[in-house]
């Protein structure tokens, strides 16, 4: 079994993976972490997840040796979600990290990171959003400029950054294959007047009720219309996925990888 560190695990997607990990006993949970200020500090693990004690007891800081993990898993709050990347990379320990809404400097902590230990970055951990963003990137390269591209996503009420970071990723994909600039040429939310810019790729994010996530990603052009779509109807697919990835990038050498690279969608980091 793969030894993991999880963080952000008393969330919806830490208690999934848990919940997930246990019942095809393929993950080792060696540590947990949940943000200081927890309720659940101190608790077993397995317990909080409502699944058989595992004899981990949650922590509200990453242990400097990440109780010997092979691998971590995050899906926490940007500010500590940027600690456990600090961790990670002191520790040489991989990391898959699942939380969004990152500020400007992600990125640039990311690529440091990313040369010295496996850095995946996952938005959605989803294996049909991964096979989505690779239809998207073929869809936006292949068909002529004027086919307007527009993206519509759905969550809970209580997700609380918007727009989501797959709705982002799948901008990013169709901007990268047509040569535009992912965040000037990405429009989220309109409102007023004025027209669509040429190149322009717009989001519009619906919070409501408990919609998991659906994505709907929309090419228009003269005379015809192309739809590339994802709905998510269980919160487990995004802890199988998470799993799946964990259990890879343990193995794999430092480098930027995406959950395209877990599927052999994309074979270079």
Known sequence: MTRVALIGATGRMGTAIVRAGAAANSLAFVAAVASPGSRSAGRDL????????????????????????????????????????????????PIVIGTTGHGAEFEARVAGASREIPVLVAPNTSVGVAVAQELVRIA?????????????????????????????????????????????????????????????????SLRAGDIVGTHTVLFAGPGERLTIGHEATDRSIFANGAIRAGVWLAAQKPGRYTMANVLGLKTTA
């Open 46 to 93: 397995g317990e909080v997840a409502e699944t058989r004690p595992l004899g981990v007891r949650i922590l509200t800081e990453l242990p400097p040796d990440l109780a010997g993990a092979q691998v971590a898993i995050d899906f926490s709050r940007p500010e500590l979600s940027l600690r456990a990347l600090n961790v990670c990379r002191a520790a040489r320990v």
């Open 140 to 204: 936006a390269a292949a068909l002529p400029a004027e086919f307007d591209i527009e993206i519509v996503e759905a969550h809970h009420k209580n997700k609380v950054d918007a727009p989501s970071g797959t709705a982002l990723a799948l901008a990013g994909s169709a901007a990268t294959a047509r040569g535009l600039d992912p965040h000037a040429d990405t429009l989220t939310g309109r409102v007023g007047l004025g027209a669509r810019r040429n190149g322009e790729i717009g989001i519009a």
